[in-house]
């Protein structure tokens, strides 16, 4: 088993930045990828962001040049940081890892709110 846990997020100004965090724990090895997906009220969740074991990155086209995924694998951490957030952008935030196994693991997610 994998335990996800994240952190960070919360109230920010339009134009603000935020950054989350994600732990890892338990049962790690052969993480294919990590990365972040969000769901706003009433709305299907889509994905924000995914860093691979191999440093590629991918990024939803909303969110292009305004956040940056990365990691600390000492820490077996991965963080999103969001620069010049929109209120579009507000959602409650989610952490996910896929195993080599295709194994999906997800976190409770973290609140994000944008205000204009």
């Known amino acids: 088993q994998v335990q996800l846990v994240e952190s960070g997020g919360g109230l920010v100004q339009a134009g603000g930045s935020l950054r989350l965090s994600c732990a890892a724990s338990g049962d790690i090895f052969g993480i294919n990828v990590m990365g972040w997906y969000r769901q706003a009220p009433g709305k299907q969740r889509d994905l924000v962001a995914t860093?691979?074991?191999?440093?590629?990155?991918a990024y939803a086209d909303s969110v292009k040049g305004r956040y940056t995924i990365s990691r600390d694998d000492a820490e077996n951490t991965v963080y999103l940081q969001m620069n010049t957030l929109k209120p579009e952008d507000a959602a409650r935030y989610s952490c996910?890892?896929?195993?080599?196994?295709?194994?999906?693991?997800w976190g409770k997610g973290r609140l994000v709110t944008v205000s204009s």
């Open positions: 860093l691979t074991t191999g440093g590629s990155t």
């Open positions: 996910n890892l896929i195993q080599w196994n295709d194994r999906n693991y």
